[in-house]
T-cell receptor, first 114, second 116 residues
Framework: AQTVTQSQPEMSVQEAETVTLSCTYDTSENNYYLFWYKQPPSRQMILVIRQEAYKQQNATENRFSVNFQKAAKSFSLKISDSQLGDTAMYFCAFRPSSNYKLTFGKGTLLTVNP | EAGVVQSPRYKIIEKKQPVAFWCNPISGHNTLYWYLQNLGQGPELLIRYENEEAVDDSQLPKDRFSAERLKGVDSTLKIQPAELGDSAVYLC??????????????FGPGTRLTVL
């Protein structure tokens, strides 16, 4: 069974600064995907970024980038130039390539302060 | 393109009453998921449908929960009777059934259930 651990229940950052959210996972799978989802107060879960485990290059999406360390089973999210609209719960998630099942962490509540 | 639609957004009921949630997935998405999200937790899968077939319902408490997707499009999740511990957000998601395995799940806004 897979587990996903987010060790930071809450974080805060000043607007325009950079923040990093941590995620570790445990799996015996070799092929899988990792995701960061954002859930604003409206509750619509939105995919922020994905990483394929077979790719060594870290994924980037505009202000969002990841640091994927496969051997350490670590998958952190860096948000640059934080904006007020980034305030949300952020969930790290894992999915084996062989099936559809997403396993989520407990989430990190990020607050961006003006 | 319309996203995943869920209704109602909020529901308050008394314990032992029945309740139903409705979901309409993104057009063309054959795979539909129902998740339970307790306060302060990540979503947990309850059931997954491929078209009208429930292919994974191992986490669905079948004594009180039921789901259907009769025509392989929209779906209903029912609880009867509801218990206090069922208070949570119920999320619906859908994904396109493709041969590739980069199968992103798109989530609806959820239904927040409060059982009194």
């Amino acid at each position: 069974a897979q587990t996903v651990t987010q060790s930071q229940p809450e974080m805060s950052v000043q607007e325009a600064e950079t923040v990093t959210l941590s995620c570790t996972y445990d799996t015996s799978e070799n092929n899988y995907y990792l995701f960061w989802y954002k859930q604003p107060p409206s509750r619509q879960m939105i995919l922020v970024i994905r990483q394929e485990a077979y790719k060594q290059q870290n994924a980037t999406e505009n202000r969002f980038s990841v640091n994927f360390q496969k051997a350490a089973k670590s998958f952190s999210l860096k948000i640059s130039d934080s904006q007020l609209g980034d305030t949300a719960m952020y969930f790290c998630a894992f999915r084996p390539s062989s099936n559809y099942k997403l396993t989520f962490g407990k989430g990190t509540l990020l607050t961006v302060n003006p | 393109e319309a996203g995943v639609v869920q209704s109602p957004r909020y529901k308050i009921i008394e314990k032992k009453q029945p309740v139903a949630f409705w979901c309409n997935p993104i057009s063309g998405h054959n795979t539909l998921y129902w998740y339970l999200q307790n306060l302060g937790q990540g979503p947990e899968l309850l059931i997954r449908y491929e078209n009208e077939e429930a292919v994974d319902d191992s986490q669905l408490p079948k004594d009180r929960f039921s789901a259907e997707r009769l025509k392989g499009v929209d779906s209903t999740l029912k609880i009867q009777p509801a218990e206090l511990g069922d208070s949570a957000v119920y999320l619906c998601a859908s994904s396109a059934r493709t041969t590739g395995d980069r199968n992103e799940q798109f989530f609806g806004p959820g239904t927040r259930l409060t059982v009194l």
